[in-house]
């Protein structure tokens, strides 16, 4: 794995940006591969900086000459400073993953809500990944390991497509506080570990559905079968949290673009509790 560093001043104190329709220069001090189409880039401000994410939140990240695309934060600057990763499938998240050290993007944001894993203190957390999924649940991950007193077991679960598609490779067996199972749907030479859909390893995470909180990004299939087998097994519609995504334009609850039923997910969401997502999510096509 190949990390780029740069040589940057110090940036300016922090100053809370006033305008949420303009963006924020922000330069890339460092990048690195995760899969063969997506990277992690982190970031500094240039001059004046963007108020404090939480886990879960997203930012607007501007391609100058592109566009923008909405990208939760997959690090946080008091977890490792402030990062967002992104897979190249369009105009702008391709020229985002082109962006080399020393670059200038622009973010707009915070915005939207966050996984509040506060809510499961003393609780058993359930941490549920598909595919870029785990980005997202990345600051999530580092906080609950980081402090395993603070709940009860703590489990994560990560499925992807190929070994190739899996994203932290590293930094997974760091997490030694919590049960980690990983899956794969297709195998590749020396792949030794689980093949089968994310869901199957629900067997064998251990908590008490009465007593946990579980954590749901991925693919919006996979989060549907997670959420469902979750509450099946008596984790509360309540207490399930997913990382929902829409085509998101203003990011400030004024286009519609992202609008699930009565839900506008840049404001409401992107992270909502499966009891109130669940009867639009399962209307075909929404």
């Not at 990390?3 to 990048?31: G, N």
């Not at 990277?39 to 923008?68: I, K, N, S, W, Y």
């Not at 490779?169 to 760091?174: G, I, S, V």
Request: with cysteine; charged share 25%; proline share 9%.
């Amino acid at each position: 794995m190949t990390t780029e560093l740069s040589v940057v001043a110090p940036p300016a104190p922090a100053v809370r940006h006033a305008e949420p329709r303009l963006p924020v220069p922000y330069r890339v001090i460092a990048r690195w591969p995760e899969t063969p189409d997506t990277v992690t880039l982190r970031l500094d401000p240039v001059a004046e900086a963007l108020a404090d994410f939480v886990p879960g939140q997203f930012a607007m990240v501007h391609c100058f000459g592109r566009g923008e695309i909405p990208v939760s934060v997959s690090s946080i600057p008091t977890t490792g400073g402030l990062a967002h990763t992104v897979r190249g499938v369009g105009a702008v998240s391709e020229g985002l993953c082109a962006a080399r050290v020393g670059d200038v993007l622009g973010l707009r944001g915070p915005y939207g809500t966050g996984w509040e894993l506060e809510r499961a203190l003393g609780q058993d957390v359930v941490v549920v990944a598909g595919g870029i999924g785990l980005a997202p649940l990345r600051p999530l991950i580092r906080d609950a390991v980081a402090e395993p007193r603070r709940h009860g077991r703590v489990n994560v679960l990560i499925g992807a497509r190929t070994p190739d598609d899996l994203l932290s490779k590293y930094e997974t067996r760091r997490w030694a506080t919590a049960y980690t199972g990983v899956t794969v749907d297709r195998p590749a030479d020396g792949w030794s570990g689980e093949v089968g859909l994310v869901t199957r390893l629900l067997d064998r995470a251990r908590f008490d559905p009465p007593r946990s909180w579980a954590f749901v990004c991925g693919p919006e299939p996979m989060i549907r079968a997670t959420a469902r087998d979750l509450v099946h097994r008596g984790v509360s519609g309540d207490r399930v949290r997913v990382s929902l995504e829409r085509n998101m334009r203003c990011a400030t609850a004024t286009c519609g673009h992202c609008q699930l039923g009565p839900v506008l997910l840049c404001r409401d969401g992107p992270v909502v509790g499966w009891d109130r997502a669940e009867p639009w999510l399962s209307v075909r096509e929404l």
